[in-house]
């Protein structure tokens, strides 16, 4: 099974992709995280990088699709990756799609987690003590959350039309999402 993670900044993708990752026994594949360790490794990508992360817009699709090709090639992973913030947008998506069906692979499911900006900003400064994250302060989150909304209708309008989209309220507690997020995988499971 492969799970699609998606919601703006500070939605708790990171935070649910962990716990279906240890219940269901997936691997997260997180395309920012990937980015954040190519800036502290300091590669050639990196420093290529780096100020794009900390304005807040996206990456090239063509950084991001390398990235991903590296995962997705790699048999250990084969049906059991879980796309956490992946596609970002409607080219992203049409590319992964293109990519699963290469290695023979789909996705049965996309996970959306809708939070309001108010507690997008609220759960940023939270993380900012926590994780000190380049990317995370009032004003890049906010830039962050308009380049989501920006791009994301057209990927959720893709998920729906191919009848793979859940919603998921990304404002209820933690374990009240992982419950949620859990009945919708033991569903498709069958
Ligand atoms: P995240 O950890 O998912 O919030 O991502 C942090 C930052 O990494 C984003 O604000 C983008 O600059 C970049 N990034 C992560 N995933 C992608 C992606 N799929 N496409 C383009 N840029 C991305």
Do not use: C, W
């Not at 859940?166 to 033991?186: C, F, M, Q, T, W």
Request: glycine residues 6%.
């Amino acid at each position: 099974m492969n799970i699609v993670i998606f919601g703006p900044p500070g939605a708790g993708k990171g935070t649910q992709s962990k716990f279906i990752v240890n219940k269901f026994k997936l691997y997260q594949l997180s395309t920012g995280d990937l980015l954040r360790s190519e800036i502290k490794n300091k590669t050639q990508l990196g420093s290529k990088i780096s100020s794009i992360i900390n304005s807040g817009e996206l990456v090239s699709d063509e950084i991001v699709s390398n990235l991903i090709e590296k995962f997705v090639s790699n048999n250990t992973y084969k049906d059991k990756i879980i796309f956490d913030g992946y596609p970002r947008n409607l080219v992203q998506a049409k590319n992964l799609d293109d990519l699963l069906k290469k290695y023979k692979q789909k996705i049965d499911i996309v996970l959306k987690l809708s939070v309001s900006l108010e507690t997008v900003k609220k759960r940023i400064s939270e993380r900012q003590t926590q994780e000190k994250r380049a990317d995370d302060n009032e004003e890049i989150a906010i830039k962050r959350y308009q380049t989501y909304e920006k791009s994301s209708e057209p990927v959720i309008d893709y998920y729906k039309q191919s009848h793979l989209l859940k919603v998921v309220n990304g404002e209820a507690g933690i374990s009240e999402i992982n419950s949620e997020i859990s009945g919708l995988i033991d569903a498709i499971k069958g």
